[in-house]
């Protein structure tokens, strides 16, 4: 089956520097551009961080000097190191995939909550 499966999350202090990783199943063949997304309550989702296959990167004006996107091709994993974590940073983050063939794979969500 293929998926995306996120790791980490849960409570981290403002300050914090966590590592999540998401890997895609073996399934999923040809992908071009993973990324991080987030949704914090009451808002839309929107883009965190997002990197090719040949690792160009964006980022979100918010995080940009505090996350960054990194990934393994070998291992289709992608990971997203937050530094310097904000109160306002505290979200649902979830992982995506985007195929060479238009296909859109999303992770199931890992939350993460910015607090003392």
């Known amino acids: 089956q293929a998926q995306l499966v996120e790791s980490g999350g849960g409570l981290v202090q403002p300050g914090g520097s966590p590592r999540f990783p998401c890997a895609a199943s073996g399934s999923i063949s040809g992908i071009y551009t993973m990324g991080w997304y987030r949704r914090a309550l009451g808002k839309q989702r929107e883009l965190v961080a997002t990197i090719t296959r040949l690792n160009g990167t964006s980022y979100a004006d918010s995080v940009k000097g505090r996350f960054t996107i990194s990934r393994d091709n070998a291992k289709n994993t992608v990971y997203l190191q937050m530094n310097s974590l904000k109160v306002e940073d505290t979200a649902v983050y979830y992982c995506?995939?985007?195929?060479?063939?238009?296909?859109?794979?999303w992770g199931r969500g890992t939350q993460v909550t910015v607090s003392s």
């Open positions: 995506n995939a985007n195929t060479v063939n238009s296909n859109a794979y």
